[in-house]
Nanobody, 119 residues
């Protein structure tokens, strides 16, 4: 059964770091473009980052550019989101999703992992 699972969320102080993982089971993640999204309470889901399956080109929202980095771990069948210099406004549930290629419809989602940035 194909499944995506996010992990690595937690509570961190402002300025801290977290590394989220999106792990696929039942299919090979490197065959898909993978996007990271987040949704804060009372707000719409927003795109954070995406990595292409064609050439691993990565894309970032302006709000996280220079602080977040997305990468693939082929051996682990994951896409990781390294988050540094976290801010209170990064607090949200983070989701990963897959699409056949960048720009196409997302066809699979994980259940999300909570990231809370607070002092």
């Amino acid at each position: 059964q194909a499944q995506l699972v996010e992990s690595g969320g937690g509570l961190v102080q402002p300025g801290g770091s977290l590394r989220l993982s999106c792990t696929a089971s039942g299919f090979t993640l490197r065959h898909y473009a993978v996007g990271w999204f987040r949704q804060a309470p009372g707000k719409e889901r927003e795109g954070v980052s995406c990595i292409s399956n064609r050439d691993n080109t990565s894309y970032y929202a302006d709000s996280v550019k220079g602080r977040f980095s997305v990468s693939r771990d082929i051996a682990k069948n994951t896409v990781d989101l390294q988050m540094r210099d976290l801010k209170v406004e990064d607090t949200a549930v983070y989701y990963c999703g897959t699409q056949p290629k960048v720009g196409e419809r997302y066809d699979s989602w994980g259940q999300g992992t909570q990231v809370t940035v607070s002092s």
